[in-house]
């Protein structure tokens, strides 16, 4: 191989391992320490070197307008649907302390910055959110969180408040 071709090669492989680390280090940057998923993806619950306690599938997140008579307008301009699927495993105990609470969800721009928050209100028919309670195990549920936010467009955030700091939580896009 000639010298010049042998020079050539190295800018070559040089710009492909910089874009590759520029395509490999963007989006994968986490929501305040959380991971990434998608929609629709599956998650596992759990903490480091335990079982898992649930998975879990964030199917969409929606504006969506109170039905309920007396139901308050949201105070950051939208209400959103966030529709879970949430699967208990064997492993599971009611007594482990953990379960799911509006208040876990969150919603950010894309600067990071807090737009919304999950809340409890009676703008749904009951029967449409998810329980916000102990769950049984290796049961199924499925339901919505409902969260107050400033947009309809942006990051859902999910950090359990009861289970162990290794667990940072979860990031959607919608």
């Known amino acids: 191989m000639s010298y010049v071709r042998r020079l050539a090669r190295f800018p070559v492989a040089a710009v492909a391992a910089g874009l590759l680390l520029a395509a490999c280090s963007s989006g994968s940057e986490p929501s305040g320490g959380t991971t990434a998923a998608r929609l629709g ?5 759990r903490s480091s070197g335990s079982p898992t306690l649930a998975t879990l599938w964030l199917d969409s ?9 007396g139901s ?7 209400y959103l ?16 302390g953990w379960w799911m ?8 721009d894309a600067d990071g910055k807090q737009t919304g928050k999950g809340i409890v209100t009676s703008c749904l028919p009951e029967h449409r959110y998810l329980p916000d309670d102990f769950y049984l195990s290796d049961s199924g549920y499925y339901g919505v969180v ?15 408040h009861n ?11 919608y």
């Open 61 to 69: 997140v929606v504006a969506v307008d109170c039905t309920e008579p």
């Open 146 to 160: 409902l969260i107050d936010s400033a947009s309809v467009h942006g990051t859902l955030t999910y950090k359990p």
């Open 163 to 173: 289970l162990p700091n290794d667990v940072t939580g979860w990031h959607w896009s």
């Open 72 to 78: 308050l307008p949201p105070n950051n301009g939208h």
């Open 101 to 108: 609470s509006a208040g876990d969800f969150a919603t950010e």
């Open 41 to 45: 993806g599956q998650i596992a619950i």
């Open 81 to 96: 649907a966030a529709t879970i699927v949430l699967k208990t495993s064997e492993q599971y105990q009611p007594d482990s």
